[in-house]
């Protein structure tokens, strides 16, 4: 990334928010009690609290840190966690959550992302048998990896199996805030369906911050524990509450999320009708899913930061393209007209 | 601390060094890779390794999440690492190591934060019994939880010692730059001691940032599969290496170390000679341990953030007071005269 | 099982070879030093080397102790195991290997039961990338859990892929004997494909007895102080070893087998052409896979002990017949002309 | 071990009783549905229930399995335990806690191996800390590694002040047996102050057979989930449980433990006046623990087989003599014979 082409590689490939910098700038001043018992931690906590309806609100540092914290308030070592083949927690996190919490993952194969009761109960069979790991929490992703956005309707369902059935949910918001901003809803319309969830600063214009969200108020006595045993606890813990405080401030979370949001639909309009271009998943956040030519994608990524999902048949490539808060629609503009170019460049290029 | 009086509870309850925050404002511009893969990451890591002779240096989030990491590439959880009872790592981490990596950790009473060889040599005993965790690490702290700093004999001695035994050596240095400023040499030549050591950035200045250095090649090609899976790789990871390359920049981590030590020197020679105050350690970092009595040292407490490290025969206290990088001279010179006075004011109040 | 018919619902049903129970009644006499210090466990570890070739040989309890214990020397926790879906390991240990080793089990679906190179190849793809799991092991069961046997053939590829690929590979002997018995081969046939591998004694006549034969000699210094941090050593050991001594005396382990693996084969041939009753799986071992309608198993099952393994097309079912050392012909036939009643009374009963 | 003394090593170098061995014989007939669905399992386990006035009863395969799966069901990795330095948990097994729980050991020093409320207590300082371990369970065993024994007084200062602390009480018991022997008191007189205890079988005459007793219900749900992921499941359970079964029969575990503690308490006699020999505890069961002088204890280790459990200061060493309950009055009387030769030939031999 030498160049100045706008990276949709990743909403982290991006940098940070002015007003998050600022923030820190503000935060510095004068001394503070380390390990969150300052003023700007316990204020910025009550106002996530207030936000999503929270039992408490814990600042950690990165994804899969608030992950493995989150679920390790719901899952003893013989219990398992149903969520899809395609999550980041069991993808992407090299095998932490079964190193930390011990825990087995029962993944189930899904089209778009998203599980289902149906999918969720496809991983029961085996609950009471003491050979089998015991089902015990759901987690899925909103928005999902996928880039797809789970309706209030479905997070209905899916919360009122999981009470039925007696398992608790977790959801990964590492992009919350564009789900909320998808579906025109607050937080805490998420949020009330969740026993836990995270919600990401750093892909929304912080620079390490994530939260976690305790909705279950049973779950909120180990928490401070387990925080710091898996290594989450920031002494400094203001400059990390502190960007939140600065997300929160006018709802800059919620106008950086619509942004990218956006950006993204921009993208996916101007490409969705070009020939050979295939949009792979509805567009319900800040990522486009596309199918097109190997050798027109390959073309393409030595000019453009982007990321490759894996061969598809007939010599095509499923890729992924992702707006930031900070993209433009100039950004996109170019990166759509080149991919257009490429298109009709034809393979052979 | 809603007061304006600096605080000598913790070299973590300051703020941020300028340069630090400008550093951040700088890293923002445009996009890099995350989780590393930029050039600001790259180059202080190169930095890091050339001023330390490291094989490789990995940048973190926290003093916990640093000793773990450090550690997880020494030991399988059969094996135990010998270390002073007082070590961080054996009481303030939450029993972090016990649960993540596994193995057991044998501690020794030490007078003074430091282990020797005869301190080392006496949990070697059970070496080859199946029925006993193994020892084949050692941790040291550099400078001590205490305040106590090894001069570079006694690091080497203690190196030595583990060479001969199989054994390797792990270096706490959370306030590795204080010792470095205390022992006036390099941080390669307390480096060079160790096969893993952490170097803190956080008490140095920073907001979020820890280093580990890997001086052991073999240890390597482990770590960026346990940073990951320990929880502990940014995904914005610019943000974080630009704190160390501030701090490397002109040497600041030197002069804020250097500074603090000598605010610590200070205050200790202020209250050195204060009939009922007693310095309870040498003072070789920026740490000053003292004995007072205690309903002096409670009076002091409702004034001044310190803290309070147990009873002592008599009445009395021990006591920790840490000056930090922004401690100023009138901060020292204001919080010894009210010693002083505490001291003068006797028991009775 | 209240009545006196044989059960063929798993060869761990059966009781001791009487061998076995006389040879605990030699071993008791006298003392003898714990923890396998002792001359039987010392001989029939000997025998165990040298019958298969291995490093060594390390007596355990049980077959998931066997497993974890085995893989335990090959992985560390951000290492992962590639193994079938329908692998014990995975299926059947109520996560054990997840949360004693912290390792992730990446699976594969087989239609019978065995891995492939190019099965394996499937789930390699991401070697080297911090953020997944690494492969490093691979684990097969001979036989299988669907009662197939690797051919030798077959061994040499997975193991010749698996030395190329820098693969570990463990092999799951609870059967051992029974893969031994079916190919005609030595246990050492088999064995030298592993680097480590397990052999099953308890469903071979034992009560409580399995051995980890340790090949690749680089694995061997580990292995005393895991087996006994995980809880896998006998302080009388004697008396496990003793019960291998059973076995190995006039190769009882063979015959024991190969009356077993006959049995299977009666059954299979006696059913195996009666209408309405397909064999799911070549009959490679001690066990039977037949698909009949699932309303004339049930029935079936009021009377005989068999396993049930999920539902079919078409209202049929999944079921396991297994035989063991003491099954007898007369069980067999008693029990094939039952199922070939029941088959021949349709589905209404 | 090649000659014919007993050994005075320890209790599990003795073989088994002869009623264990007929027992095995008679479980063995018929078959028998595996994991402890089985008419002795069951039968043995409700023995056991009553007995100890238990919630629930768990075979499993030895001491450590026990240890381990007991205090599984009491702690969260970030939870401690409080245990004396000299226990069997945290000195003899590998540090099997740390790694298979993630808990810390909170150890105690003790002068006999006994905890009290004031040594518990001084432990308990840092409870709510959210930077250190939590102290929530008390392992103690009973009779002690240093063969003293809790008089049910103790027993039940300590479980008082655990339920007021709200602390869990953990008992090993390896050596119940000799405990209940000596205080003339039922199992259930003991169990009643633990919320989980063990019931150790190997040592009474079993060869491979240990039980956990749950005695708080609340602790019940998760045990058959954490026995089998720990390894600790047996497939031919029955065999186990078997060995439970004779040793319930006329209280046959009684008369073991009651000869064991007699033949101890012979040996202290006679030797306890010898001049030279020391003993160094009480006798409560079925050890002597002795000082004499170190070149006569290695003379008399020659012939005979005892540990040594560390020098003492004047060339002397302290060892600890074991009966077990196959040891004769004539084997006691031979070896307190030599032993007093021994003494009486002088340091010089």
Known sequence: MTDRRKSF???????????VLR?????????????GDDPVTRQTAARLRE?????????????TGANVFGLSLMLRPFQAVVCPESSHLYEDECGAAERIIGSKLLTVATPDGKLTPELIASRLG??????????????????????TCYSLDELDAISGFCRDQGLLLF??????????????????DIAVHADVLTFGGTKNGAIVAEAV?????????????????LM???????????QFAALLDGELWLRNARHANAMASRLAAAVGAVPGIELAQPVQGNAVFAILDSKQAARLQETWNFGFYGGQPGGRSLVRWMAAFDT????????????????SAGPAG
Chains 1, 2, 3, 4 share one sequence.
């Open 9 to 19: 590689g990743s909403d982290n490939h991006a940098g940070a928010h002015p007003d």
């Open 23 to 35: 923030a820190l700038s503000v935060a510095t001043e004068g001394d503070a009690t380390s390990y």
């Open 51 to 63: 936000l999503a309806g929270a039992a408490e609100a814990y600042f950690v540092f990165n994804g």
């Open 126 to 147: 085996d609950r009471g048998d003491e050979h089998r790991a015991q089902p015990h929490a759901v987690a899925i992703a909103q928005i999902t990896e996928f880039g």
């Open 171 to 188: 959801i990964d918001g590492a992009r919350l805030a564009n789900a909320a901003a998808h579906l025109d809803c607050g937080i805490a």
């Open 213 to 229: 969200l305790v909705m279950n108020p049973a779950l909120v006595a180990e928490a401070p524990f387990q925080r710091k045993q």
């Open 232 to 242: 989450q606890l920031a002494s400094k813990m203001r400059f990390v509450a502190a």
């Open 328 to 343: 433009g629609p100039a950004d996109v503009d170019a990166f759509a007209a080149d991919i257009a170019a490429a298109a």
